[in-house]
């Protein structure tokens, strides 16, 4: 287990985080964390908990206190032992003491003339830093001290750490940090000592001088005193210091040591130390801001022998790469300033040093001289063979045995935790807590795990709450500004970080880009070549290797967020906004349209997983043919989009989109305007109130009357309105008129159609048959959707005839399809009939493990209906198994999932009232069974759904007989049979009943009544129910 107090408290065991529990459990943790194989004694952990208002029993409350932390942390951790508590963990595993260790190590190594190590060992405790110390016990007596003194140990290493840097190598880069860091510590005589000895190393002595008088100055007027000997005694060097040595050999590197630590790198350090230990030219390539610089610094201040990081971004002439690195390297240029030396002479003073001993060069920021760097490379390492060169740019070096390797934005939890840290820094006690955690997540997607705009972002929030920063980031270029005085100009503000990338493309690619960036979601390559035709492989290909374009998942290309608003602003400032969005829409308009046939066939996978992939831009597409009044493009976009949405389950969301598409003016194709207005008035009716049925109804109506029929779903208009009017005749006269249709889809569909109206009115065998000849055309034609719909209604069909097995086999099938359309649709129907196959069976464990499955929380939730039907067989098997009570519980649960739902059909109440009433005739309520049964009975009466009333005929059996009234009861069990087309034999409310009744009346008696019952003609049959139950 390791326990992290440099910062908010981490806990983790096996690389898992752990999760503590209140303000106290935590500050527990941490007072014997900083103690930790130590005792700490139980006063002294009052003293810690309570410092002001001690509790009566301190004893007992720091038991319980360390009982719930001891229930959080892996066994034997945390150990009582005589008059207190130890944490059972080696001082390494505590981020602080481990600090403590490398600290004293450092300097230890500083003072034994080994800077090198020294250096290493100060930036590996920095690193250790996560934020302010203690911060969860934060204005404890105990901590107080403590992080004063942790604060006091850290600023010593800082400074051992620039002392090393100045004895390795070169100290132009320490000049400003120690400057920074001096002006905030002003009477600290050692940071003042090393910013001279830093200025004199640079070259600048003069200044050195000028700066100890100030400091002089400020001695004198706020301690009224002289400097202390040692800055003094650095005077003094400086005033009879000789000239800076010209020539020589390098010193062991120039790596600065960072003030702050590397997040979410981890892998990619030991990714990329892997690489340049195999390869001897490494690239990391990325864009602005990902961080290329700190990952490849860290990884070369692992490596064995001398590190030197050449800065190039401020290098402007080609010729002068070989200068830098040989400036870089603390050796002056030689060359005589009226006689300039050719280039080579410099690249053979570089190999003369370079050659002797293993070492790594850090290119920084190539992209703008990239030809340059690239043969200045070639040739290095071609005479180097013991060299190795790890550079960093926007876009590869294309050198012979270069080995190219992105850096990828943050992770979300990685980003997450560098605005955390950086944000703590500026802005002490800033955390992420439950309250901002949404807004944290926000900020650091939108600016897309890129950690230098995280940085920016963080410095806002001094200012700004995490909420209004979110809300601030439309306009993050102007936002995000204010970065690290000592930083490069290029990387203080969002703007200036895109628009160097920009600044080097040449003008095509400018244009190619800003077209690009109407695309919200990414695109493919197809996309990109209906934008800039022949040359937009080339192109993009450009774009990607400049790190402005990203590939993603093989085929695919993004922009990130920052860049893509860069380049649209830039291409709004061109005028040629407009004509971009339009070429957008009008590409996916004609990408929809292609798709559309295929949705209904053997390509129905292959189309759906495009369509989805370019879902935000198909919606962006309709939302600018809209806006933009291009009512053609607007009205075929959406209509041709109608399927997909339905297929997707996305009917509700459609409705506003389709709504947006039909309201825009001008002229659209009648067939287009037709069928996105059919799936308009049918999405509306099924997912909306049903107040506004009728009138939806009516246009339907309407519709169908003046549909053209030039499309599938305008042939099925006719029948599908005779079935949600509950006219049989209508419906299936419409369905034999238009049967003859050459296209197979339409046909099969309509099959189904047959079967569904059949099947309402209770002729089961019918709709068997219907729903067979539907399977068969569905297979043949590949409509994976449509076909699981058919396999469910066969499967029902199945049950009532009870036949359970061959329901399972169609329900699995059903399933199976499901999923490869949609993973995360729950097939709640088709689990529920499963469900009921296996109580058809007598495996009531398998029917309530199905059902239970239905009812815990997932990702993607259950829908109401679904968790409904699961509580509403999980009451019936209770019920079975003689659980009143849990069989209460259950039917309550399931009429709460639906309560609040605005569209539940009547089948649906009815069918739970008749498991009501069951319930209600176990435990001897006559009145809540009549009630509960009258109020089904009304319910299925509304819409004549004949299956749904033989299962109220059914119950209201149940009821008869146990008040008292078998022979009608039987009676009712022969009108449930008729009503539904088949006997349901092996329904267990069925056999159960039939079972008592032969017993109450005996067989012959109970076959008359059950048969008179079956005999009934279909009026007189829901007569006798709406008399008797």
Not at 145 to 160: F, I, N, P, Q
Not at 198 to 227: N, T
Not at 313 to 319: K, L, N, Q, S
Not at 435 to 450: F, I, K, T, W
Request: with cysteine.
């Amino acid at each position: 287990m390791r326990v992290g107090v440099l910062g908010p408290l981490e806990v983790t065991a096996d690389g898992t985080a752990i999760g503590m529990g209140g303000a106290r459990v935590r500050a527990l943790l941490v007072r014997l964390a900083v103690a930790a194989g130590r005792v700490v004694t139980t006063e002294e952990l009052a003293d810690a908990l309570w410092p002001d208002d001690r509790p009566a029993d301190e004893v007992a409350a720091v038991r319980s206190l360390v009982s719930r932390l001891r229930r959080a942390l892996p066994a034997d951790v945390l150990r009582s032992a005589p008059g207190g508590y130890r944490l059972d963990l080696p001082a390494d595993a505590v981020d602080a003491l481990r600090f403590d260790r490398l600290a004293r190590a450092a300097r230890t190594a500083l003072t034994g003339g080994d800077p090198a190590t020294a250096r290493r060992l100060a930036a590996e405790a920095l690193a250790l830093w996560r934020g302010p110390a203690l911060a969860d016990a934060a204005g404890a007596p105990f901590a107080v001290g403590y992080v004063a003194g942790l604060d006091e140990t850290r600023l010593g290493v800082v400074e051992d750490g620039a002392a090393a840097d100045l004895a390795c190598g070169p100290a132009d880069h320490l000049v400003a940090e120690l400057t920074d860091l001096a002006a905030r510590h002003p009477l600290r005589e050692r940071l003042q000592a090393l910013l001279l000895r830093a200025l004199v190393a640079a070259g600048r002595p003069a200044e050195a001088l000028a700066a100890y008088e100030e400091i002089r100055r400020r001695f004198a007027d706020e301690l009224g005193a002289d400097p202390g000997p040692e800055l003094r005694e650095t005077h003094q060097e400086i005033l009879r210091a000789e000239p800076v040595a010209t020539t020589g050999s390098p010193r062991a590197g120039n790596l600065r040591l960072p003030l702050t630590s590397l997040i979410g790198r981890s892998a990619d350090v030991e990714r990329v130390a892997g690489l340049l230990a195999a390869h001897r030219l490494v690239t990391l390539v990325g864009p602005g801001g990902a961080g290329k610089t700190r990952l490849a610094t860290t990884v070369a201040a692992r490596l064995p022998g001398g590190a030197w990081q050449v800065e190039l971004a401020p290098v402007t002439d080609p010729d002068d790469v070989a200068t830098a690195v040989l400036g870089a390297l603390g050796l002056r240029d030689q060359r005589a300033v009226d006689r300039p030396a050719p280039v080579v002479d410099t690249m053979t003073r570089l190999v003369d040093v370079l050659s002797r001993t293993e070492a790594v060069v850090v290119l920084d920021n190539c992209e703008h001289l990239v030809d340059a760097a690239a043969r200045f490379t070639d040739e290095l390492l071609g005479r180097c063979p013991r060299l190795r060169v790890l550079a960093t740019s926007r876009e590869p070096l294309g050198v012979y045995g270069e080995v190219v390797s992105p850096v990828p934005p943050l992770d979300g939890d990685a980003a997450v935790r560098l605005l955390a840290e950086r944000a703590a820094a500026v802005r002490p006690g800033f955390a992420v807590t439950p309250d901002n955690a949404d807004a944290v997540a926000e900020v650091c997607r939108r600016l897309d795990g890129l950690p230098l705009a995280i940085e920016l972002a963080a410095a806002r929030l001094r200012s700004l709450s995490v909420e209004q920063l979110a809300a601030r980031l439309d306009d993050r270029f102007r936002l995000l500004t204010g970065g690290s005085r000592t930083a490069l100009p290029r990387h203080r503000t969002l703007r200036a970080v895109v628009a160097w990338s920009w600044d080097l493309l040449p003008e095509p690619e400018r244009d190619f880009a800003g077209r690009l960036a109407v695309f919200p979601a990414g695109f493919d390559l197809e996309a990109a070549e209906r934008l800039a035709g022949d040359e937009a492989f080339d192109r993009l290909a450009a774009l990607v290797d400049k790190s402005l374009v990203q590939v993603v998942d093989g085929a695919r290309y993004r922009m990130l967020e920052t860049i893509r608003e860069y380049c649209l602003e830039q291409l709004a400032g061109s005028g040629r906004v407009a004509a971009a969005r339009a070429a957008h829409a009008e590409y996916f308009r004609d990408l929809a349209e292609t798709a559309e046939p295929h949705l209904r066939g053997k390509d129905q996978l292959t189309w759906i997983a495009r369509l989805e992939a370019e879902r935000d831009n198909l919606i962006a597409a309709l939302h600018f043919a809209a806006d933009s009044g291009d009512a053609d493009t607007a009205v075929r976009l959406a209509a041709a989009m109608s399927m997909f949405w339905t297929m997707r389950g996305n009917r509700a969301e459609s409705v506003p989109w389709l709504r947006l598409a039909l309201a825009v003016p001008g002229e659209a194709p009648a067939t287009a305007r037709q069928v996105a207005s059919a799936f308009l008035l049918v999405n509306d009716a099924v997912t909306g109130v049903f107040g506004g049925l009728e009138e939806h109804l009516a246009r339907l109506a309407e519709l169908a009357a003046e549909s053209t029929g030039e499309h599938p779903v305008l042939v099925l208009l006719e029948p599908m309105l005779g079935l949600f009017l509950d006219d049989a005749e209508r419906a299936l006269a419409a369905v034999d008129m238009r049967l003859d249709v050459p296209d197979p889809w339409t046909r099969a569909v309509l099959w189904m159609v047959r079967a569904a109206v059949r099947e309402h009115q209770g002729d089961l065998r019918g709709a068997r048959e219907d729903v067979t000849t539907a399977i068969t055309g569905l297979r043949e034609v590949g409509d994976r959707f449509a076909l699981a719909q058919a396999l469910t209604a066969a499967a029902e069909a199945h049950l009532a005839f009870g036949e359970p097995e061959q329901a399972l086999s169609s329900l699995e099938e059903s399933i199976r399809l499901i999923a490869e359309l949609d993973p995360d649709d729950d097939a709640a129907q088709e689990r529920i009939l499963m469900a009921t196959a296996h109580l058809q069976s007598g495996d009531l464990e398998r029917a309530r493990a199905q059902c239970l499955a239905l009812t815990k929380p997932t990702p993607q939730p259950w829908s109401a209906r679904g968790v409904a039907f699961a509580r509403l067989v999980l009451g019936d098997i209770a019920r079975y198994q003689g659980d009143l009570a849990d069989a209460e519980r259950q039917y309550e649960a399931a009429r709460a999932a639906v309560a609040d739902q605005p569209l539940v059909i009547p089948q649906f109440h009815a069918v739970i009232l008749t498991s009501c009433a069951h319930f209600a005739v176990e435990r001897g309520d006559h009145e809540a069974a009549v009630t509960a049964i009258g109020t089904a009975r009304d319910q299925a009466m509304s819409v004549k759904d004949m299956p749904v009333l033989a299962k109220v005929a059914v119950a209201g059996a149940a009821v008869h007989a146990h008040f008292g009234n078998p022979t009608d009861a039987a009676r009712l069990l022969g009108v449930a049979e008729h009503l539904r087309g088949a006997p349901d034999a092996r329904n267990p409310e069925v056999t159960r009943l039939a079972a008592r009744l032969r017993a109450d009346v005996g067989d012959a008696a109970y076959d008359l009544a059950y048969a008179t019952g079956v005999a009934l003609d279909r009026a007189d049959a829901i007569a006798l129910v709406r008399a008797v139950v």
